[in-house]
């Protein structure tokens, strides 16, 4: 029941933050003194496409992590003060999210807005490596949890964490290239990895 | 209880996306020079009823997505990992409602809104309909359901879906037409459908 | 099980409509010539105590209507399709509050403002009473309940619902009394009815 | 289960209110008339500072309070009408933080948002106790509990409540010292208190 009311409030924060990201659009606002026509608000929500992938990012990126948060917590037995301190954290990194990804929206060629975009990201990803690796330490897995899934998943994390980061420092020379890596790391994260899919402990039911 | 948290992530981002609907009202502002009069504030929140129309509207719309969710998951036994990307494409279309009808509400008869409201109902409907043709192909529904009761339901939500697409067509030629079709399909899901019920599996309790 | 989900998904919009009431505060900004005094923010933030007052009605208008709801429900059986639909009436009448409460905040002395929210708690009242009225007629309370008990319930939800809607006419003509009424009719609703008390089925226990 | 409702929407509001506080973030906007160089965007956001202390600030006060309402709430047998209320009182305080927040990050240096700061954190302070005290006076606590961990949790929320609204009158006289009280206040919570620990019913496992 504990670690239900834990997992309820995670997916709520998850569940709210992708909801939010909708505000990234702004409806194209008309002074009072003339309606706009058809045409200049046809322009103006055609504008709008870079904050339409940023949108289609930001939306897979949280729905990976709430996934991943799933698949995690469903092998956990126990949750601790620190785990629950360690959640917060990574929450709190996924909140951020909505005005991020808003501001990649508005200025997606700029060093700023990309950089941005993956300092929280790599945020997201160092408070769940540091929730991981608490998790490994204080032995609150499920005993029947196979260890080989558990190092498995441990990479994988690794590995998005890295590239994460490495996107963010790209950035700062070429920002095209960098938002090109956030798509490419979310793409590997949807596409599920087969070495771990023979160790998943119960694959067929996700 | 998988199931129980993919439903319930799923609920939450519902019951999020329908409560935004809210922010297409926004408070008439006035300057900082004048407080305006009585009649000017009448005024400005009468010109607001082309929003109510379009707040109702996609009350519905959400409302139904999520009837129609709560009764397609109440039939499938497992919950796997494609499903759980599909569903996250639901989700997404669905999470762009409040924009879309935020548009709709501020400028009712453009080619502009209308087209991009029908866009995103056509983007829901499509999800909705790989995600049950993934199920059906999947076997993932549970094995006392009737099959003619879900080869209904497949009709049903194309023939939703094949009319919201229909209903954006129309508006690159006739915005009015369209939004009328749009409340038309709507009213065509809220009225029970009689052939379906005879074979719904449980039908007395929802 | 569907009887969770479907309070489930209440709750949601409730809480979610509840927490979105602060949106009816805003930040005093500033120009970006100049950065305002200490004094300036100050005289600022003053003014929005007519805000603070609609805030905190507001709140204890959907506090109290999710309490209601949730006291209604315990004795609830079975959730049909035609509940369901008068539960989103209610629910979308909810979700506008927090769009009239910003409105009333910002136009306290208005006839405009105060009878446009006595006009959405008006159909809030009517949404409840309908859903009530079907559950009566359909027999959808379980069986243990106390017949006494729903007739009172009926009743209270009645004169609740006139006192609104005669609020609201109110408004038309004095506005400040009508504010003064909303008031009024939220504390009728805090303090518990001694007749109730008897017959309520569980009444230590909420 | 009527336990779990209450406690449902009582996470809903915090996981909301939680969320929310990314708005205190708004994306720098341009004028229509000319785009910004990366150089100015980026100044921009480095300006944003203040308000990301603020949101550290309050995403920890907050995930404390859920926290703190969490591990209460284990130890509670009953919900009756009158913790509903003050749960509500609490709850009302809590969503308000998104809109001190966001007032505290734009002004961080005034008398006026860091002294109505600590007074919406005494205000959440003031309805914890309260509601503590109700739960008490009522007996409202599982047999089992031990009467020393209540007591201990009486005295820590009394200290931490004291030093809200110390902080509180700090920022008529010293707003910055006032923020650097909060953050203090903040990490006294989050450093367990060893003495508790050793009478925390099951410590181990949150």
């Known amino acids: ?50 904050n339409l992938i940023a949108y289609a990012l930001s939306f897979a990126v949280i729905g990976l992590m709430w ?24 929450l709190g990194s996924t909140a951020l999210i909505p005005f991020v990804t808003a501001t990649l929206g508005a200025y997606p060629t700029t060093h700023a807005a990309t950089f941005l975009y993956g300092v929280v ?18 032995h609150a897995f499920d005993e029947s949890v196979n260890a080989r899934y558990i190092r498995g998943t441990v990479v994988a994390f690794r590995v998005g964490w890295l590239t994460y980061a490495l996107a963010a420092l790209v950035a700062l020379f070429l920002p095209v290239v960098s938002f090109a890596l956030y798509i490419t790391i979310v793409l590997y994260f949807v596409v599920p990895r087969g070495v ?8 067929g039911e996700m």
């Open 1 to 50: 029941m504990n670690k239900g009311r834990f997992e309820a409030f995670s997916d709520g924060v998850f569940a709210f933050a992708i909801t939010l990201l909708v505000l990234g659009f702004t409806v194209p606002m008309h002074g009072d003194a003339k309606w706009p026509t058809d045409a200049d608000l046809t322009r103006e929500l055609l504008k709008l496409w870079p």
């Open 67 to 90: 996934q991943n948060h799933h698949a995690l917590f469903r092998l956990v037995a126990r949750v601790d003060r620190k785990t629950v301190f360690l959640n917060l954290l990574l």
């Open 121 to 138: 990201l790599s945020m997201c990803g160092t408070s769940y490596n540091l929730m991981l690796w608490h998790l490994v330490r204080s």
């Open 196 to 203: 771990d899919k023979d160790l998943e402990p119960s694959r």
